[in-house]
């Protein structure tokens, strides 16, 4: 796996927290993801992991766990299967 900068990783940090503070975001992901990702900065390439719900990848890359709930909530991931994506490499 390439080296992430912390930037990059601070970009999706910002809006997974504001999937939890601001429900508009949240919402508005649901329905645009594309446009949320790029108004948030976040480079394209990291796209389809958050879109897919690439949880392990997204860890592996330094995203706080706890922050890669608030996606998994979006994502209608139940907690059973966050477990199980959050330590499954095929994710």
Do not use: C
């Amino acid at each position: 796996m390439e080296t992430v900068s912390r930037n990059e990783i601070f970009k999706i940090e910002r809006l997974l927290r504001d999937f939890h503070l601001r429900p508009e975001i949240r919402e508005r992901f649901k329905k645009e993801p594309d446009a949320v990702m790029a108004e948030y900065g976040i480079d394209k390439r990291f796209w389809p992991l958050l879109k897919e719900g690439r949880l392990y990848t997204l860890y592996k890359m330094g995203v706080h766990q706890l922050l890669l709930y608030h996606l998994a909530h979006v994502l209608g991931i139940k907690r059973d299967e966050y477990v199980k994506r959050i330590n499954d490499p095929s994710f």
